[in-house]
């Protein structure tokens, strides 16, 4: 099993519509989880934290299952420009080794 | 912009050819990352400078060959590679050992071409 795996999609999602995806992780003891954003041959750019607590940033919610181990991402209201990759990426238990799963591609059409 | 510049955007060098990667970080932060890029795979670590000091190298070949003078540049050598390295090479920053130390600040990447 891959020490962090997602879908890698894509996901066509009309605009204006809600989108949510999971990443899943194999190491229980995992520490901290993170979703990125990367741009068509751009640089990831860190989207969320993701707190036990799940958290919320505008048309974007993060979620952890510790239990079932994956955290989520959903994108409401899509935009066009949402359309990218999202990477997820866990901070292991030692707390010094990130591990980035594959991405998911989104498309936002109109 | 995200205050971490790399240096070239693009290369294309042959495989006999020598040739650098430059980072820099304006940040302040404490280390560095090298990360590899292949289509269709995650990002791959190769390389961690913490506080000046290598604390990582995974498995990396050693014709990569990384450099840190300083706390505020990183360099990769590139010497005699092979057309499976190409690929998008990040640098990436973060401050350690402080709250929320894990974030990660990329460069934009150079996209290597071997031919």
């Known amino acids: 099993r891959k020490e962090v795996e997602q879908d890698p999609g894509p996901f066509n999602v009309p605009e204006g519509a809600t989108v949510a995806f999971n990443c899943t992780y194999s190491n229980s003891a995992s520490q901290s989880f993170f979703w990125y954003r990367q741009d068509c041959r751009k640089e990831p750019k860190l989207l969320m934290s993701v707190y036990s607590s799940g958290n919320e940033d505008g048309r974007f919610t993060a979620q952890l299952n510790r239990a079932s181990q994956y955290i989520s991402l959903l994108i409401r209201d899509s935009k066009l420009s949402d359309s990218a990759t999202y990477l997820c990426v866990v901070l292991g238990a030692a707390g010094n080794k990130l591990t980035f799963g594959g991405g998911t591609r989104v498309l936002v059409k109109p | 912009e995200t205050g971490v510049t790399q240096t070239p955007r693009h290369l294309v060098m042959g495989m006999t050819n020598k040739k650098s990667l430059k980072c820099e970080q304006h940040?302040?932060?404490?280390?560095m990352y090298w990360y590899k890029q292949s289509a269709k795979k995650p990002l791959e670590l190769m390389f961690v400078?913490?506080?000046?000091?290598?604390?990582e190298n995974n498995s990396v070949p050693s014709r990569f060959s990384p450099e840190c003078p300083n706390s505020s540049h990183l360099f990769l050598h590139l010497h005699t590679l092979q057309p499976e390295d190409s690929a998008l090479y990040l640098c990436?920053?973060?401050?350690?050992?402080?709250?929320?130390?894990?974030?990660?600040?990329f460069g934009s990447g150079t996209q290597l071409s071997v031919l």
């Open positions: 400078y913490n506080f000046k000091e290598q604390t």
């Open positions: 940040l302040g932060h404490n280390a």
């Open positions: 990436a920053s973060s401050q350690v050992e402080k709250a929320g130390g894990e974030k990660l600040f």
